[in-house]
């Protein structure tokens, strides 16, 4: 969907709230994969996404088009503001051990893979909150730099150099925690 296109959609949305499943579809998956990604869990994930899109028909009348901004950084902003709000106030959730739960053990690539996703996400929750977001928006929501500009309101550029510190300060913390690991391999 292109910019143009979303903003008209988004347009009739504000008269027609039918029109808002158009955007409903095109980025539920999307900031399902966001908020999942950072959290891990499908429960916690289910319960922010379902904010951020109640959020975005509440306000939607809100949302100015003549700014040329995607609805979608509003929403990637939204998803992100409440997965903070959410480990601020919750205790419960900060053992490592009780985010991380293997639905299926019994192969060992699975387990391969769930232990990686574990210290990945477990880094992750270790490093600064602005590198924790770009690295989510670019490596698992999988967006472009000029899309992630809009998202955290700063240049281009700038998203290129916080985006390199990013990577650094996770190889760096990631080395720390899980130095056995073969995610980075020594040259």
């Not at 928006?137 to 967006?143: A, D, Q, V």
């Not at 281009?156 to 990013?166: D, E, G, H, P, Q």
Request: one cysteine or more.
């Amino acid at each position: 969907m292109t910019l143009e296109q979303e903003l008209v959609i988004v347009e009739k949305a504000k008269q027609d709230l039918s029109a808002f499943d158009e955007i409903y579809s095109f980025y539920f998956n999307r900031v399902y994969g966001y908020c999942f990604k950072r959290t891990s869990n499908h429960t916690i994930t289910e319960e922010i996404v379902s904010q951020v899109f109640l959020k975005a028909v509440e306000n939607i009348k809100k949302f100015d088009t003549r700014k040329q901004i995607r609805f979608g950084s509003w929403l990637y902003t939204t998803a992100h503001n409440l997965i903070i709000d959410f480990f601020r106030s919750s205790k419960k959730f900060t053992q490592f051990e009780n985010w991380f739960k293997s639905d299926d053990s019994s192969l060992d690539e699975q387990l391969t893979v769930s232990e990686y996703q574990k210290q990945v996400s477990f880094v992750l929750t270790k490093i600064k909150p602005r590198y924790q977001k770009v690295l989510t928006l670019r490596f698992f929501s999988e967006l472009d730099l000029n899309e992630i500009s809009e998202i955290m309101k700063t240049s281009t550029k700038n998203v290129s150099v916080i985006l390199f510190r990013a990577q650094k300060d996770f190889e760096k913390k990631f080395r720390k925690f899980f130095p056995e690991s073969e995610i980075f391999e020594q040259v």
